[in-house]
């Protein structure tokens, strides 16, 4: 009689090919991949961009990686995947963005997609979640997968070149005449240790900034909405407020829609505010000072607005002298 002796079952193989193959992708791409070592509940793993310089972001998404022809379920342009309740309530709460990876076993192909910007979306109504064929992961193109994080995948400017950064964002139709640093300072309240924004708001501050001469109305259009867009990665990928970059990502891709957020300053977004106080010699009554969020624009948020607008052109002039070395 042969001694009794643990049974590693099959399907202990397969995923583990899936997991080697998913590894090598990432180590081939230069990205860091720490393997869950402990019980399965749901999450293989984390990912961590690392950039050109080898220096680790900080940017980081989780993986559940299945590995098998029997997920290999659909039609047309998608897999179709039936999640575990367990498992679908675990992800959508999960504070990372939860990357759903499919591997083929027969061809090698590793398939992917971030399920819980899917869970958490309005426009989510039943399963199966959807795996795009078309998202097939290799070395160049794992950088995709940190797509919700927010992040640039460059990592953090200094604090003074994160506030020239935002000075010299501007939109370039003048019908829109805002950067990013006046969006920033029209969105400080709760005493400044807050953000607010919303398409509204930067609506009324870009009409307010119109030369009352004008012969135009304020312009809205694609090129606004990704000046926008772009504003909004900013402050996630140079953590200047605490924002979750995904729920943002609901609004714009799933929603059509810019989203209307409150959320606080970082350490980070705190000294950005008072390094403009810094930078200007005197600065105007009323400016980097808080907005009552919640009110129609009204005269005395006009005068604000111009007070900020007066140290925004202050810090451009500051960077400008100072990068013609004077």
């Not at 643990?6 to 791409?29: M, T």
């Not at 990686?65 to 379920?73: A, F, M, P, Q």
């Not at 990876?101 to 971030?114: G, K, Q």
């Not at 005197?282 to 005395?300: K, L, M």
Request: hydrophobic fraction near 40%.
């Amino acid at each position: 009689m042969s001694p009794i002796l643990p049974k590693i079952l099959p399907n202990y193989f397969q995923e583990r090919q899936g997991v080697l193959r998913v590894s090598r992708i990432l180590n081939d791409a230069g990205l860091v991949f720490r393997e869950t070592s402990n019980a399965d509940i749901g999450i293989d793993g984390h990912v961590e961009f690392v950039n050109s310089e080898g220096k680790a972001t900080g940017a980081i998404v989780a993986v559940q990686i299945k590995s098998g022809t029997s997920y290999l379920k659909g039609e047309q342009s998608a897999w179709t995947f039936y999640a575990e309740d367990k498992h679908i309530h675990y992800w959508e709460m999960y504070p990372l963005p939860v990357v759903l990876i499919i591997h083929d076993p027969v061809s090698d192909t590793v398939y992917w997609d971030d399920v819980r910007l899917t869970l958490r979306s309005d426009q989510h109504k039943a399963l199966p979640l959807l795996i795009p064929k078309a998202n097939v992961l290799l070395p160049d193109n794992a950088a995709e997968l940190f797509a919700n994080c927010g992040s640039s995948r460059v990592g953090l400017l200094s604090e003074i070149e994160a506030l020239k950064t935002l000075s010299s964002t501007q939109c370039s139709n003048k019908r829109f005449p805002l950067s990013h640093l006046d969006i920033f300072l029209e969105g400080l309240t709760d005493i400044g240790r807050k953000l607010f924004f919303s398409a509204g708001m930067c609506w009324e501050l870009a009409e307010a900034l119109l030369p009352e001469d004008r012969h135009f109305g304020i312009g809205m259009g694609s090129e606004e909405n990704c000046f926008l867009d772009s504003y909004l990665r900013f402050l996630v990928e140079q953590s200047i407020a605490h924002l979750d970059f995904s729920d943002i990502m609901i609004d714009l891709v799933h929603r059509q829609l810019h989203p209307t957020i409150l959320v606080p300053l970082t350490a980070r977004g705190r000294r950005l505010r008072d390094l403009c106080r810094e930078l200007v010699s005197d600065v105007p009554e009323r400016a980097i000072t808080e907005a009552s969020i919640g009110f129609s624009f009204n005269p005395s948020n006009r005068l604000r607005s111009i007070a900020n607008s007066q140290v925004v052109k202050e810090i451009e002039s500051h960077f400008k002298l100072n990068s013609n070395g004077k």
